[in-house]
C-alpha cells in the first residue's frame, strides 16, 4: 500500500485563526498542511471593519479576559492572550509596513484595506514553507492510535478533495455558523462530536435584535437612524450595559450599541435604552417649558435627533402640544420613558447577520496553554470554534491571533 503524503500538522480552515497558526507552525519548522473548502481565503477578515478590518484592540487586559470576553468560562483565554497580546501583532503588522490607526476604545484598523492584512498573513505563511490547499474539502477523518510505522503512530488521516494524507495532529479552525453566505459551516462542530468533546449550545453573537412586526411599525419608519445611547439588560450584578451608537432597522435595532448587548441578551427578557445619556431630560424639558411656546417635538428636537423627537411625541396626545401648555407630570412622564425606554426583542437576524457565533467547544475539553483536547491527543481548537467570543471592536481577532499562536507552539514537530 503507498505511503501517504505526510505532514506534521493539518490544519482546516484558512480564516485568521488558521492561517496565523499555520504560519507560525511552519515557521519553526513544522511541515504544514492548510486546507479549506472555500473558493476565496480569509473572507472575514476582507469583510470586517467596512473592509478596513479592525484587527486588534490596543484596551485589551490578558488578565482580566471577563471584562471584554463571554463564554462559560472567560478565564480560559487568559493564558493565550498573556502570551500573545495586541502589542505582539501590532508589531508584526509594523513589520510589514502596513498603515494602520486607532478609532475610539482602542479599535484598530488597516488604513487601505482589510488585503494587506491578508497578504502579511499569506506572507507569513511562505515564510514557513506552508503548503496550502485551497478550495480543498475534507471528506472523512480517522485518527490511529498505533501503527507499525513511528511517523504515523498516534496519527491523524484525513481524506481531502486532493486525496487522502497523514498527519501527527490536527488543527481545528473552522470558525463558527455566522454568515454562511462567505462558507460558514457546522464543520468544526461535527469534528468535535466525531471524538466526543463537548459542545456548548451555539446561537448568534454580535448580531441584530429584531421585534414584533406590529408592534415595531412605529418605530420602523426611523429606519436608518443613528444615535449615541447607554443600553443595557440584566439587573443587579448579572446587568450589562454599553454606552455606543443605535441604529433603527426595518425590522428592529442594530449599531454597535445592539450588538454589544446581543451577546448578552437573553431570550424573552427586556433592554432598556436611554435615548439621550447624560442630559437630564426632565430638567431640560422643565427649563423650555418656562421659556418657549414651542411644540414639545421641537424642543426634544433640540436634545435628540427631530426624527426621535416626532416619533415620541406623537405617541401620547398631552406631547402634541406647545411645551409651555404641557402639565409637569406629562413632560416628566416623556422624559422618563425616552431616559428608560424599555422593550423585549422577539429574536435577532441570526446567523446570516450575526458577526460571531456564542458557544462552541467546551473550554473545559481543552488545555488552555495549548488548546490541544484533554481526552484526544493530537486534537487542537483554536479561534471562533471555541466557546470563547470577545466583544466587538478587534476583540475576536485578537482571540484568534492568541489562540493560533499558543496551539502552533505547542504543536509537535
Known amino acids: 500500500m503507498p505511503t501517504l503524503p505526510f505532514f506534521d ?14 504560519g507560525q507552525a511552519g515557521q519553526r ?8 473548502h472555500a473558493e476565496a481565503v480569509a473572507e472575514k477578515i476582507r469583510i470586517s471593519g467596512g473592509g478596513r478590518c479592525n484587527f486588534t484592540n490596543r484596551d485589551l487586559d490578558p488578565q482580566a479576559p471577563h471584562k471584554h470576553f ?6 480560559f483565554c487568559r493564558s493565550a492572550l498573556s502570551r500573545y497580546t495586541p502589542a505582539d501583532f501590532i508589531a508584526l503588522v509594523q513589520k510589514y509596513g502596513i498603515p494602520f490607526h486607532e478609532k475610539h476604545k482602542g479599535q484598530m484598523f488597516c488604513d487601505r484595506s482589510a488585503e494587506d492584512l491578508i497578504a502579511m498573513l499569506l506572507a507569513e ?32 488521516q484525513i481524506d481531502t478533495a486532493r486525496g487522502p494524507v497523514q498527519a501527527r495532529s490536527l488543527v481545528v479552525a473552522t470558525g463558527g455558523l455566522s454568515i454562511p453566505k462567505i462558507g460558514a459551516t457546522d464543520f468544526g462542530y461535527r469534528i468535535a462530536q466525531q471524538f466526543g468533546v463537548p459542545l456548548v449550545e ?36 448579572a446587568r450589562m450595559a454599553f454606552d455606543e451608537d ?8 442594530s449599531g454597535p450599541a445592539v450588538l454589544q448587548i446581543s451577546s448578552y441578551w437573553q431570550e424573552g427578557t427586556p433592554l432598556s435604552i436611554d435615548l439621550a445619556p447624560g442630559t437630564d431630560l426632565t430638567a431640560a424639558l422643565a427649563q423650555a417649558k418656562a421659556r418657549s411656546r414651542k411644540l414639545i417635538a421641537n424642543e426634544l428636537a433640540q436634545l435628540v435627533p427631530s426624527r426621535l423627537a416626532d416619533a ?7 406631547w402634541q402640544r406647545p411645551i409651555n401648555e404641557a402639565s409637569d407630570k406629562a413632560l ?19 446567523y446570516k447577520k450575526a458577526e460571531v457565533t456564542l458557544g462552541g467547544i467546551d473550554t473545559r475539553a481543552l488545555s488552555q496553554q495549548t488548546m490541544e483536547c484533554k481526552a484526544q491527543p493530537g486534537l487542537y481548537f483554536i479561534g471562533e470554534v471555541v466557546d470563547v467570543t470577545g466583544w466587538l471592536g478587534g476583540y475576536n481577532f485578537q482571540w484568534a491571533w492568541a489562540s493560533a499562536f499558543a496551539c502552533a507552539q505547542a504543536l509537535p514537530a
Not at 415620541?312 to 398631552?318: E, Q, T
Open 70 to 75: 463571554v463564554g462559560q468560562n472567560p478565564q
Open 29 to 36: 519548522g513544522l511541515k504544514v498542511l492548510l486546507v479549506d
Open 202 to 237: 451555539r446561537r448568534p453573537g454580535l448580531v441584530p435584535l429584531t421585534f414584533d412586526g406590529e408592534a415595531w411599525a412605529p418605530w420602523a419608519q426611523l429606519a436608518g437612524l443613528a444615535l449615541p445611547v447607554q443600553i443595557s439588560t440584566g439587573s443587579k450584578k
Open 312 to 318: 415620541w411625541a406623537g405617541r401620547d396626545a398631552d
Open 246 to 253: 443605535l441604529l433603527f432597522t426595518h425590522r428592529g435595532l
Open 332 to 350: 416628566a412622564r416623556l422624559a422618563g420613558h425616552m431616559a428608560r425606554w424599555e422593550l423585549v426583542p422577539t429574536g435577532t437576524e441570526g
Open 125 to 156: 505563511c511562505a515564510a514557513g514553507g506552508v503548503t496550502h490547499w485551497q478550495p480543498c474539502g475534507v471528506k472523512k477523518i480517522v485518527f490511529s492510535a498505533s501503527e507499525a510505522d513511528v511517523e504515523s503512530a498516534g496519527s491523524y
Open 9 to 22: 500538522t493539518v490544519i482546516i480552515g484558512a480564516g485568521a485563526a488558521g492561517l496565523f497558526c499555520a
